[in-house]
């Protein structure tokens, strides 16, 4: 069980960010108000994940709050900011911390976010891919749309093929058959115009249809 300890100033942010903690069918480890308060996390029973609102904009004028990097040496950290410049976000990456993503980020996106960084993966939202792979900050966005839009079921099995999962592991995840799968995949590769799985991934980078 993944468990994950919540630092946001404001009672409310704090309630709502338990409550898609819950919702994803992870654990609780605890919640504080500050960064400082973090030794309130219980010690024979540590956290795997602390997501951190930074409500005090520390990335504002290109202050960095080191203390996160030190924190993101001992467990893995999610931030949540608002509109950190690119520079800024490659310094977050730089000082190990897993994820930086917007504090509107959707239950789902932060859901799959948890898990990502739980497993040892680095996590972007599309706008900060640049600072990841050194991809231009318009990049992502300068593509013409696709002919065919992928399908939400789609999009979950690129997000799998991106964690480099098998199609029999596909299907185990999402309850179907390997055939089902199978031909999942073959539709985005379709859709994509991508000739191979990779490609696939690397394109839905460019779009915006993955989290690293």
């Known amino acids: 069980m993944i468990r ?5 100033a404001s009672p409310v942010s704090r309630a709502g ?13 605890g ?3 500050h960064l400082d308060s973090i030794d309130e996390v219980p010690s ?4 795997d994940v602390i997501v951190i609102e930074d409500a005090s904009n520390h990335f504002e004028n290109g202050r960095h709050n080191v ?9 893995a950290v999610v931030l949540l900011a608002d509109r950190p410049e690119q520079t800024e976000l490659a310094e977050a990456f730089r000082s190990g911390i897993r994820a ?6 959707s239950p789902e996106q932060l859901q799959a976010a948890l ?3 739980a497993a040892g993966l680095v996590v972007a939202h599309p706008s900060g891919i640049g600072a990841v792979v050194g991809i231009p900050a318009s990049a992502a966005s300068d593509v013409s749309p696709l002919a065919e839009p992928l ?6 099995v690129l997000q799998m093929l991106a964690g480099g999962l098998a199609n029999k592991e596909i299907a185990a995840r999402l309850s179907i058959s390997d055939h089902t799968a199978k031909f999942h995949v073959a539709s985005i590769l379709g859709k994509l115009g991508a000739a191979t799985r990779a490609e696939a991934v690397a394109i839905g980078i460019r779009r915006g249809l993955v989290f690293l």
Not at 17 to 29: K, N
Not at 100 to 105: A, E, G, K, M, Q
Not at 151 to 156: D, I, K, L, M, V
Request: proline share 4%; charged share 30%.
């Open 4 to 8: 994950v300890f919540i630092v946001a």
């Open 17 to 29: 960010l338990r409550s898609m903690v819950l919702e994803a069918g992870l654990e609780v480890a």
């Open 31 to 33: 919640s504080a108000a």
């Open 44 to 47: 024979e029973s540590p956290a």
């Open 67 to 75: 203390s996160f990097g030190d924190l993101a040496r001992e467990v």
């Open 100 to 105: 930086v993503l917007p504090r509107d980020i």
């Open 115 to 117: 898990r990502a960084v």
């Open 151 to 156: 399908t939400r079921r789609e999009r979950e």
